[in-house]
């Protein structure tokens, strides 16, 4: 998976203005070509390792585990990563593309920032022109980010348009594209878009899996039983998910943000409640209605406010090879809380989502069973945001 | 032979080229589409694009987003612009009329119920810009056996093989976009499209209507001189929003600029 045109079954796919059918065609070719590069391989390899500090540790969170009484809980550390989050796995790779097939300028879209950081800061490494479109609700609810890429030498370009948060920055950085597309490389940060970013952000994610089966072989002496990772649009999920696909007894789970809950229909999460569409390149669970329009979503998370999802992972719900739950804004809080005081990890608001869930699960496990929780980003950026939400002023 | 066959084939016998407007679907208000289609027609328009409105136009400028967001605030969608279609078509049973617009709103009503809802409704062409000939086999064949064109894209970094692919899977006419870029930009190069479309001509014989930059009577004039016709949107859609107050002011300003662009292209 995907076929040559980047289909998972009904989804993915490339669904494109003609203008950008030709560099989707040159990024696809050069994708292929380095992927299979001994020298880019060992170069991006190296990067991970002294850039970015990888591998991850595996954390066996004792104490909350303890205090769940159930599973032994592992988090997958990615928010130790540079710039904090699992993003810039997914960014150190395709700059070393953009590197190779001569492009000087750098685009991007971000919802909570961090993919936008993650961006501009290998662009800063290497030397390359970057734009960072943010709708504008995101650039007010993440200025510690916003201030982070203009630091790194970004341009971020508040999106009016539409909604004004992640779906309207794809929007536009798709039209900045399609103006430019000579010298210009687009850095999607999610498994979205048209083919092949779906299959190329997944396999630049991938290492998060490959890593946390090498570790939990280590430390636990066997594979985990259960894998539990928010998703939004889905890249440190697919990222933790992919190389278990294959065994079968290791259970998948994506947690979607339910905003204020499903039920209220102000929520982002398209494989709980969506329904099938083409957004932005490909086909794919969305939140739209009868007409065919996209729905504003909802959610305390910017990085998980997107109406749409990875086709894998709409294919993974299709065969049930991956089960999607979801999460309310206040239950996304206590799992940040609980965290934070149980085991002195302060998780992005959209990790905190798999940790609410892990709340959930994990007592209903035997306590010689295993989950892996992907701890995709830090809490730092969601200082404010909290703040404001519990009355505080800073 | 269709409606859009039949008006490029008087065309090039009369040596005139055509000029097509684009209008989106309920903008600045529902009650002014229908009107404002007739009206176009007297002005001498040959072929209408109607824009259905969808939330996340990715391949317009800001003009056309803030027509599909007005449209929107009114409640238009793929079935409310098929009505108005159908409507225009009880007084004009000669004027092909075009939707132009996006996916998923054809995908949430199902093709086959958009080939018969276009069949009912006489459309002439449909041209959804985010729909690639690989992926469109299948919503091709429903409009085809319906009667109705399926439209496609040719843009300046379109290879051969790409021509030849909306030469064989398109019909009624090929839209060339003439620039990088979004619909409404100004970066019009005539030489360029102008060597883009003899390529383009030598392998095949369907029309080729020419957009995106085409804004007064002069581009209007020297795009008709290279491709078979010219469409101009957001040019148009300028004028609705300079006059949201006054909508009639609006339609009396769209019909003077197509009135002179007609001219142009005649002279």
Redesign the interface.
């Given at each position: 998976m995907p076929d040559a045109r980047g289909h998972f079954g009904p989804y993915g796919g490339i669904f494109v203005a003609e203008t950008l059918i030709p560099p989707i065609q040159e990024l696809n070719a050069a994708y292929q070509r380095y992927l299979a590069d001994p020298d880019f391989i060992a170069e991006m390899d190296a990067d991970l390792q002294h850039y970015v500090g990888r591998p991850s540790p595996l954390y066996h969170a004792e104490r909350w585990s303890r205090e769940l009484g159930g599973a032994q809980i592992y988090l997958k550390r990615e928010d130790l990563n540079h710039t904090g989050s699992h993003k810039i796995n997914n960014t150190v790779g395709q700059a070393l593309l953009a590197k190779r097939m001569g492009k000087t300028r750098i685009i991007a879209e971000t919802g909570a920032g961090q993919h936008g950081v993650a961006t501009a800061t290998v662009a800063a490494r290497l030397g390359l022109e970057c734009v960072v479109y943010m709708g504008a609700v995101d650039v007010a609810r993440q200025s510690l980010n916003v201030y982070r890429m203009k630091l790194l030498g970004a341009t971020v370009v508040a999106v009016e348009s539409g909604s004004k948060t992640l779906k309207d920055a794809l929007n536009e950085a798709l039209r900045d594209w399609v103006t430019n597309v000579d010298n210009t490389f687009y850095i999607i940060g999610t498994v979205a878009g048209p083919h092949p970013y779906p299959a190329m952000v997944r396999d630049f994610q991938a290492i998060i899996g490959r890593e946390s089966k090498q570790q939990c072989l280590e430390q636990a002496g066997r594979l985990p039983d259960a894998l539990v990772a928010c998703v939004g649009g889905g890249s440190n999920a697919i990222g933790l998910f992919y190389p278990f696909i294959d065994d079968s007894a290791v259970k998948l789970i994506g947690v979607e943000a339910a905003g204020d809950g499903v039920a209220t229909g102000r929520h982002s999460a398209p494989l709980c409640a969506g329904r099938p569409g083409v957004l932005h390149g490909n086909r794919t669970y969305l939140m739209s209605d009868d007409d065919g329009e996209i729905i504003e979503t909802h959610s305390i998370s910017a990085g998980l406010d997107y109406p749409g999802v990875g086709p894998e992972h709409a294919w993974l719900k299709d065969t049930g090879r991956a089960e999607y739950v979801n999460i309310t804004d206040n239950e996304a809080l206590e799992g940040f809380h609980a965290l934070t005081r149980m085991e002195g990890i302060i998780p992005a608001l959209e990790s905190s989502h798999a940790m609410a869930y892990t709340m959930k699960l994990a007592p209903t496990m035997r306590q010689d069973e295993i989950i892996i929780v992907n701890l995709s980003g830090r809490g730092d950026k969601d200082m404010q945001t909290m703040a404001k939400r519990e009355g505080i002023e800073l | 032979m269709s409606r859009l066959a039949t008006k490029f084939e008087a065309l090039a016998k009369a040596g005139r080229k055509a000029l097509i407007p684009f209008i989106t679907a309920g903008d600045p208000h529902p009650d002014f589409t229908v009107s404002m289609m007739h009206a176009m027609v007297e002005a001498g328009v040959d072929v209408i694009e109607l824009g259905v409105?969808?939330?996340?136009?990715?391949?317009d400028?800001?003009v056309i987003?803030r027509a599909s967001?007005r449209a929107?605030a009114h409640k238009m969608?793929?079935?409310r612009t098929l009505q108005m279609a159908a409507e225009f078509r009880k007084t004009d049973q000669q004027t092909p009329v075009v939707l132009m617009g996006?996916?998923?709103?054809?995908?949430?009503?199902g093709y086959e119920d958009f080939a018969n809802a276009a069949q009912r409704a006489d459309i002439d062409g449909v041209l959804t810009?985010?729909?690639?000939p690989?992926?469109a086999v299948e919503c091709c064949a429903l409009l085809k056996s319906r009667g109705v064109d399926p439209i496609?894209?040719?843009?300046?970094?379109?290879?051969d093989e790409?021509i030849k692919m909306m030469a064989a899977m398109g019909s009624g006419y090929i839209y060339y976009?003439s620039l990088?870029?979004?619909t409404g930009?100004g970066h019009l190069n005539i030489q360029d499209v102008e060597a883009k479309l003899q390529q383009i001509k030598a392998s095949t014989s369907v029309p080729i209507a020419i957009g995106f930059g085409v804004k007064d009577a002069e581009t209007a004039k020297l795009i008709a001189g290279i491709g078979d016709g010219a469409v101009v949107g957001s040019a148009l859609i300028s004028k609705i929003e300079a006059n949201l107050d006054e909508p009639e002011r609006a339609k009396d300003e769209i019909i003077a600029l197509l009135t002179s662009m007609r001219r142009a292209m005649d002279s």
């Open positions: - | 409105p969808f939330s996340d136009p990715m391949a400028g800001p987003q967001e929107l969608s793929l079935r996006y996916l998923n709103p054809i995908e949430a009503m810009v985010d729909l690639p690989e992926e496609f894209l040719l843009a300046p970094n379109s290879s790409r976009v990088k870029g979004v930009a």
